[in-house]
């Protein structure tokens, strides 16, 4: 009652959260204490905080949700569906597991921050510059399997994947994940709930029999899929840490202090809703079938619950975050909390909490929370050098400029340099072009693709009709991002620019009575 045995750290977040429970983890461990952390949740944050604080992880897990694995199937379905979008494309091509193989993922993920979209002509010269390297048997395994993972936006707008076509795509993911599951080295059980997961769709697409899917359908069904898995330990424990419970009931001997993390009532098990009545129940116990009573289920959830608090030998400490997780919405404590305080008294109850910030501050006043510094040897920094000496047999030019690699050679010959001979660049992962870049590469591709296909200046007007059938072609090929839902009025603005630039420049063509000689059109000279 106030002297410490039991608390609550409350902070704003569970980043915040997770940094004051490094603190207090680091000085018991430093004091030679036995410390177990109890948790009925991901840990992946405190994973993260403990690694700052130069602590032993204690093992780490992540909601299913969140596990690469189990995200391949989902993005694949919903980019299945026209038009495909960049920004899913992006995703499943960074996933940290893959059917496909990564040289060709950065390859395509390239196109995309270039082009904006999938499934163009540069999106099928990037897949053809990969099968190249193959021949024979090899090539062909290539080819199938681009086919079967790379088909965005087969499904035509507003149509639904039909249930045949969708069950035989569970059936060839399971296979996939499968033989991943039994070829990995760590023995990741990812692998094992994506079966599962491609397993459930296909029995529940059999159940519903219903002809065809729609991506909303898809994403609503798999998302219930996802949260029936358990959380899976992505990091293993480390020697000297902490120990790691994920559930009250499975500490087995005293400890020096529990922590519980993230000791939240959003983390507490729910119960499913109740499926037979009162009268049910009794007519089945009536004929010997008996089924566990909900109250007796809360029962045990409560029993683990003071089991866990009774192990803590010198302290219970509970870290509870008042906004949760990623939605970011205001939680409650824990129910456990407020039967362990029910016999004190209100100044007492008061007293057993503490900030999160004031831990962070080592403003507590309790020698447990004091931020004790650690001797680090200082690392130094390298040496300014204002002149680089490079080799000049390094400094190889390149066979064709483009008009941007000219401004950058004569702007800023380092960055050229570096851009080119080191091909040290921007990473393009996760990317999309900017809007400026997008509209003047639309702009460019239409208009070089009137101007190479024009024999005779027409009329302005006739000349705009044209570009803007370009237009609604090439957007359809390339820069698909253009036609997601909340792009009408953007795309109707960049058409219009476009058609009225075109009509603007063959007026002014014709009138001169010029001719095009060619579009992008190489020409050699020496450049130094």
């Given at each position: 009652?106030?002297?410490?045995?039991?608390?609550?750290?409350?902070?704003?977040?569970?980043?915040?959260?997770?940094?004051?429970?490094?603190?207090?983890?680091?000085?018991?461990?430093?004091?030679?204490?036995?410390?177990?952390?109890?948790?009925?949740?991901?840990?992946?944050?405190?994973?993260?905080?403990?690694?700052?604080?130069?602590?032993?992880?204690?093992?780490?897990?992540?909601?299913?949700?969140?596990?690469?694995?189990?995200?391949?199937?989902?993005?694949?379905?919903?980019?299945?569906?026209?038009?495909?979008?960049?920004?899913?494309?992006?995703?499943?091509?960074?996933?940290?597991?893959?059917?496909?193989?990564?040289?060709?993922?950065?390859?395509?993920?390239?196109?995309?921050?270039?082009?904006?979209?999938?499934?163009?002509?540069?999106?099928?010269?990037?897949?053809?510059?990969?099968?190249?390297?193959?021949?024979?048997?090899?090539?062909?395994?290539?080819?199938?399997?681009?086919?079967?993972?790379?088909?965005?936006?087969?499904?035509?707008?507003?149509?639904?994947?039909?249930?045949?076509?969708?069950?035989?795509?569970?059936?060839?993911?399971?296979?996939?994940?499968?033989?991943?599951?039994?070829?990995?080295?760590?023995?990741?059980?990812?692998?094992?709930?994506?079966?599962?997961?491609?397993?459930?769709l296909s029995m529940i697409v059999d159940a519903r029999?219903?002809?065809?899917?729609?991506?909303?359908?898809?994403?609503?069904?798999?998302?219930?899929?996802?949260?029936?898995?358990?959380?899976?330990?992505?990091?293993?424990?480390e020697k000297g840490g902490t120990e790691g419970v994920?559930?009250?009931?499975?500490?087995?001997?005293?400890?020096?202090?529990?922590?519980?993390?993230?000791?939240?009532?959003?983390?507490?098990?729910?119960?499913?809703?109740?499926?037979?009545?009162?009268?049910?129940?009794?007519?089945?116990?009536?004929?010997?079938?008996?089924?566990?009573?909900?109250?007796?289920?809360?029962?045990?959830?409560?029993?683990?619950?003071?089991?866990?608090?009774?192990?803590?030998?010198?302290?219970?400490?509970?870290?509870?975050?008042?906004?949760?997780?990623?939605?970011?919405?205001r939680d409650e404590v824990h129910p456990i909390w407020?039967?362990?305080?029910?016999?004190?008294?209100?100044?007492?109850?008061?007293?057993?909490?503490?900030?999160?910030?004031?831990?962070?501050?080592?403003?507590?006043?309790?020698?447990?929370?004091?931020?004790?510094?650690?001797?680090?040897?200082?690392?130094?920094?390298?040496?300014?050098?204002?002149?680089?000496?490079?080799?000049?047999?390094?400094?190889?030019?390149?066979?064709?400029?483009?008009?941007?690699?000219?401004?950058?050679?004569?702007?800023?010959?380092?960055?050229?340099?570096?851009?080119?001979?080191?091909?040290?660049?921007?990473?393009?992962?996760?990317?999309?072009?900017?809007?400026?870049?997008?509209?003047?590469?639309?702009?460019?591709?239409?208009?070089?693709?009137?101007?190479?296909?024009?024999?005779?200046?027409?009329?302005?007007?006739?000349?705009?009709?044209?570009?803007?059938?370009?237009?609604?072609?090439?957007?359809?090929?390339?820069?698909?991002?253009?036609?997601?839902?909340?792009?009408?009025?953007?795309?109707?603005?960049?058409?219009?620019?476009?058609?009225?630039?075109?009509?603007?420049?063959?007026?002014?063509?014709?009138?001169?009575?010029?001719?095009?000689?060619?579009?992008?059109?190489?020409?050699?000279?020496?450049?130094?």
């Open positions: 009652q106030g002297d410490g045995s039991c608390l609550l750290i409350e902070a704003v977040n569970i980043s915040e959260a997770a940094d004051a429970a490094a603190v207090c983890i680091r000085n018991m461990l430093d004091k030679g204490k036995r410390v177990v952390v109890v948790s009925e949740g991901p840990t992946e944050e405190l994973h993260f905080a403990m690694r700052r604080f130069d602590l032993p992880s204690s093992g780490c897990t992540i909601d299913s949700w969140g596990q690469d694995a189990l995200q391949i199937l989902p993005l694949f379905l919903q980019l299945l569906y026209a038009p495909c979008d960049p920004w899913k494309m992006q995703q499943f091509l960074s996933l940290s597991v893959s059917p496909l193989p990564r040289k060709l993922r950065m390859a395509l993920s390239d196109i995309i921050a270039d082009t904006g979209g999938t499934g163009g002509k540069n999106w099928k010269t990037a897949i053809e510059e990969y099968l190249k390297s193959f021949s024979g048997k090899e090539r062909a395994d290539k080819e199938k399997l681009t086919e079967t993972w790379l088909r965005p936006g087969i499904v035509p707008s507003k149509k639904s994947l039909k249930s045949k076509d969708l069950t035989q795509i569970c059936s060839d993911f399971r296979a996939w994940a499968l033989k991943r599951r039994h070829a990995d080295e760590n023995n990741d059980s990812s692998f094992a709930f994506a079966a599962m997961q491609a397993e459930t029999n219903q002809p065809e899917w729609t991506s909303a359908e898809l994403v609503r069904v798999l998302s219930d899929i996802a949260e029936s898995f358990p959380s899976v330990q992505t990091y293993k424990r994920f559930s009250p009931g499975s500490i087995l001997a005293p400890a020096d202090a529990i922590v519980w993390w993230n000791a939240t009532e959003s983390s507490v098990p729910s119960l499913p809703h109740p499926f037979w009545s009162g009268k049910n129940l009794t007519q089945l116990k009536e004929n010997g079938v008996c089924l566990q009573p909900a109250s007796e289920i809360l029962d045990r959830q409560r029993s683990a619950w003071f089991k866990a608090a009774g192990f803590a030998k010198e302290r219970l400490i509970l870290f509870f975050a008042r906004l949760s997780g990623d939605t970011r919405e407020h039967e362990l305080i029910a016999p004190f008294t209100a100044e007492s109850a008061a007293n057993c909490i503490i900030h999160a910030r004031d831990v962070l501050n080592a403003k507590t006043g309790d020698e447990l929370f004091t931020n004790s510094s650690r001797e680090y040897s200082v690392a130094t920094l390298p040496a300014f050098r204002e002149v680089w000496n490079i080799p000049p047999k390094k400094l190889v030019s390149r066979d064709c400029e483009s008009p941007s690699s000219l401004e950058m050679l004569i702007g800023c010959p380092l960055q050229y340099v570096l851009n080119y001979n080191a091909d040290i660049r921007q990473t393009s992962l996760l990317g999309l072009p900017e809007d400026a870049l997008l509209y003047g590469k639309v702009a460019h591709e239409v208009l070089e693709r009137y101007l190479t296909s024009c024999k005779k200046w027409p009329d302005p007007s006739e000349a705009g009709k044209e570009a803007g059938i370009l237009f609604d072609k090439y957007i359809q090929e390339e820069a698909t991002i253009l036609l997601l839902p909340g792009c009408d009025a953007e795309r109707a603005r960049l058409k219009s620019a476009i058609v009225a630039s075109t009509r603007l420049l063959v007026d002014i063509l014709k009138k001169g009575d010029y001719e095009v000689e060619g579009v992008e059109t190489e020409i050699k000279k020496n450049t130094g």
